[in-house]
């Protein structure tokens, strides 16, 4: 019997990498201020997790682990303050709107979550509590819905399939 692994393969860009480091590195800089550490309490925790002095001389293992020690010691980065529009909002938004353009036998906020089931093989309880790739993949499926339904209606609630 042979067993086969799978492995995951990481496909990244040198952009994500760099957007990556100084979010990280942001983050550990909001962390130094929030923890109330001086320089000197900060050079000492860089060098007692890392060898290094400065965050700048750090790889991406050594920021993940400055990162937990921060949390352990109570500090949890603030996410990015411009959040117009979330996926759980998005989602009962185009479900409302598949519905108005007659995309939909039944619109009620059950048969959003049976949707939902069907489309990510999760069932869940309330739409926020789907996580990003799972929310991604339903807001792609009620695009393509919506923009079938439109079509429909302006060919006169004629289907053409």
């Known amino acids: 019997?042979?067993?086969?692994?799978?492995?995951?393969?990481?496909h990244t860009n040198e952009d994500n990498v760099q957007a990556q480091?100084?979010?990280?590195?942001?983050?550990?800089?909001?962390?130094?201020?929030?923890?109330?550490?001086?320089?000197?309490?900060?050079?000492?925790?860089?060098?007692?997790l890392t060898g290094k002095s400065s965050s700048s001389e750090l790889d991406a293992a050594g920021r993940r682990k400055v990162l937990a020690h921060m949390a352990t010691l109570g500090y949890a980065p603030k996410a990015a303050k411009f959040q117009p529009f979330d996926q759980?909002?998005?989602?009962?938004?185009?479900?409302?709107?598949?519905?108005?353009?007659?995309?939909?036998?039944?619109?009620?906020?059950?048969?959003?979550?049976?949707?939902?089931?069907?489309?990510?093989?999760?069932?869940v309880a309330d739409v926020k509590f789907l996580p990003t790739l799972e929310a991604s993949k339903v807001i792609e499926a009620l695009k393509a819905m919506l923009d079938r339904a439109k079509r429909a209606q302006a060919a006169g609630g004629a289907h053409h399939g």
């Open 88 to 123: 759980a909002a998005k989602i009962k938004w185009l479900w409302r709107k598949v519905g108005e353009h007659g995309g939909l036998r039944d619109p009620s906020p059950a048969a959003l979550l049976a949707f939902v089931g069907r489309t990510t093989g999760t069932g």
């Open 21 to 48: 480091r100084k979010r990280e590195l942001g983050h550990i800089h909001q962390g130094k201020t929030l923890l109330g550490w001086s320089d000197d309490d900060y050079r000492f925790h860089l060098r007692n």
């Open 1 to 10: 019997m042979t067993t086969t692994t799978r492995r995951f393969t990481a």
